[in-house]
């Protein structure tokens, strides 16, 4: 059976006055694939994720998710088709409590409607109930679940992240971009979240479109690496061919990555 390509991109370009941040990037995307960009810095990864998410418009080329063009469609829009995103920096309501972002995550799931919330209906109290459960078990996984109560602006940056993961994944997404996940955690920190995470969109059978700077990282995350460069994808692979590929190694990796 041929695999479903979730996401295609054909010919994409953005072009900032005279400078084409994403060139001619073709890049497909089959369904329950967790993919990687790399590359150096200004290489177009975060630009080519704007794009797809909608916060950018291409200035050419299409962008079919889920058999749908989608390139010129509203954020909003594309979110309500079943594509989440999450960024570099934390985006967490540290005001309320850890479950209560992770509730909120799932919102688009809950068909709770507003008069049924307001008078506390049988069937809306029994929404929220679940709801609950859901959100406990996805702390749970990530190691959250004894801090549920808790504000989130009391935990530390490195449980900040993995709230902000099961933030991402609260919502059931059939596409994730995730921007630099571990970004600002230790080596271990980051090593445990992306098991984590791998875990649960197993599980799942979600698809990940992923930023990330830590190769080691990557190595353990993605089946399949595609190498950005100056707009433009110049080699992709598994993550074992990328980091033996000299078009890589030249301007990305460096000798060291091959060699360990």
């Known amino acids: 059976m041929q695999t479903k390509m979730l996401l295609q991109t054909r010919h994409l370009s953005l072009q900032f006055g005279g400078l084409k941040a994403v060139d001619d990037v073709s890049i497909d995307v089959p369904q329950g694939q967790i993919r990687g960009l790399i590359g150096p810095n200004g290489a177009g990864k975060t630009t080519l994720i704007n794009s797809i998410s909608g916060a950018i418009q291409c200035t050419s080329g299409e962008i079919v998710f889920d058999g749908v063009n989608i390139e010129k469609m509203a954020p909003h829009l594309i979110s309500a088709l079943g594509m989440s995103r999450s960024f570099q920096h934390v985006q967490i309501f540290g005001d309320r409590s ?56 009391l935990l530390p940056y490195g449980m900040l992240k993995r709230l902000d993961l099961a933030r991402a994944l609260a919502a059931k997404p ?15 920190e980051a090593l445990t979240a992306i098991k984590m995470l791998k875990s649960i969109v197993r599980e799942e059978g979600m698809t990940l479109l992923v930023i990330e700077h830590n190769m080691r990282v990557m190595m353990q995350l993605a089946d399949f690496i595609s190498v950005l460069h100056l707009g433009r994808v110049i080699t992709q692979g598994t993550p074992e061919q990328v980091t033996q590929d000299p078009i890589a190694i030249e301007a990305y990796l460096g000798e060291e990555v091959a060699d360990a």
């Not at 709770?112 to 996984?141: M, N, S, V």
């Not at 059939?174 to 271990?188: F, I, Y």
């Open 98 to 153: 850890v479950r209560d972002n992770v509730l909120i995550g799932m919102h688009r799931q809950l068909k709770i409607g507003l008069l049924a919330q307001l008078l506390g209906t049988p069937h809306a109290r029994r929404l929220e109930l679940e709801a609950k459960e859901k959100a406990d078990i996805l702390l749970r996984r990530f190691e959250l679940l004894e801090d549920a109560e808790r504000p989130a602006s």
């Open 174 to 188: 059939k596409l994730l971009l995730l921007d630099e996940p571990t970004s600002g955690m230790s080596e271990e």
